[in-house]
């Protein structure tokens, strides 16, 4: 009996070891990218309802202009059921582990190399995580771009609001879509892959403050934490909650632009607002023209509840990951940086 107790003692022993050293076989990046991208995944996934409802508003979907967080979700309720608090979130899920796992892994990438070559004339503070920030960002918004398309244009579109099967506001006018896969195909027909990058101007100019803010903000505020509450997790969601709230706040304009681009081929030209954004800064003007300066601000209540559990979470859990699949700390990332 004792015998057969160790022996499965060493078996699971061995497996552990065999499991740690293929973990340690893993370069850094790679490392860093299972854990954004975990991150991310987990995080989208935990806010996909209000981020439904966020689109929603964001866009005038007709039926949800003066509602409420909760009156959209009692009425997401009603007529979509569970399902439809996540619809979209496949694509959203799709696009965010690509996305958070190239947003955090080359945001390290992208710190040690400005430390490594500009140190002097840039020093090693929060200046350096705003650039690499903002690098970061742009490289992951323009290698995931299409699917965060694809998620919009899913979470638009609401079922058996006028008659059943027809998209919300559209009396069986509004052409639906059955998938991600529907989405791209449709959408290259319409104007080639050029198409498939409508709103990306505003995204990218959104994105680069928002993410550079994001990271300065959230390991500024971890650097004021004394020593002996820096692995608090509380703490760490409380940094990461900040960070996302003031990102959010400067930003959100461009984010509304980028949304009503990416929907405008669906809504009718002819209505009383119809119009059609060709850039950032003239999207900027016409939804103030035409829909009123609050437009630009349509669903920032509902983006602050959405943002603290979600910019909290990722961040949280991304360090936490880094924890678990040993990526070394940051002193020692950096003197390695060049052989990362």
């Known amino acids: 009996m004792g015998s057969s107790q160790e022996s499965t003692f060493s078996s699971a022993s061995a497996a552990a070891q065999v499991n740690a050293s293929a973990l340690d076989l ?8 299972i854990a954004g991208g975990a991150a991310g995944a987990f995080a989208k996934t935990a ?20 509602l409420g967080i909760l009156q959209s979700l009692r009425k997401l309720w009603q ?5 439809g608090f996540y619809k979209g979130n496949g694509a959203s899920v799709l696009r965010i582990v690509p996305y958070a796992a190239l ?16 140190a002097p004339s840039v020093g090693s503070g929060p200046v350096v995580d705003l650039l690499a920030g903002s690098a970061a960002g742009g490289t992951a918004v323009l290698c995931t771009y299409p699917l965060d398309l694809a998620r919009t244009k899913l979470a638009y579109q609401v079922s058996n609001v006028r008659q059943p099967g027809s998209a919300l506001g559209n009396s069986g006018q509004q052409q639906t879509y059955n998938g991600i896969k529907d989405v791209f195909k449709t959408v290259y027909k319409e104007g080639g892959a050029r198409s498939l990058y409508r709103g990306v101007g505003p995204t990218l100019i959104g994105i680069l403050p928002y993410a550079g803010l994001k990271f300065y903000i959230y390991e500024d505020l971890k650097s004021r934490v004394p020593e002996d509450y820096k692995k608090s997790v509380i703490l760490k969601l409380s940094c990461g909650a900040l960070a996302g709230l003031f990102g959010q706040t400067l930003t959100y304009p461009l984010d509304v ?8 081929s669906k809504q009718p030209q002819n209505s009383s607002d119809g119009f059609r954004i060709r850039g950032t800064f003239q999207g900027l003007l016409l939804i103030i023209r035409c829909q009123g300066w609050r437009q630009l601000f349509a669903g920032l209540s509902l983006n602050y509840v959405k943002v603290v559990p979600s910019v909290a979470i990722g961040f949280t859990t991304y360090d936490m990951m880094k924890t678990l699949l040993g990526v070394p700390p940051r002193e020692r990332a950096h003197a390695s940086g060049a052989n990362k």
């Open 26 to 33: 893993l370069p850094v990046y790679a490392k860093e990218l």
């Open 47 to 66: 806010v996909a309802p209000l981020e439904r409802v966020k689109i929603l508003l964001q866009t005038r979907t007709e039926g949800f202009q003066s």
């Open 79 to 83: 007529y979509e059921g569970v399902r």
């Open 103 to 118: 947003h955090y892994m080359t945001y390290e990438q992208y710190r040690c190399w400005i430390l490594n070559n500009f």
């Open 257 to 264: 632009v980028r949304r009503q681009m990416q929907v405008q």
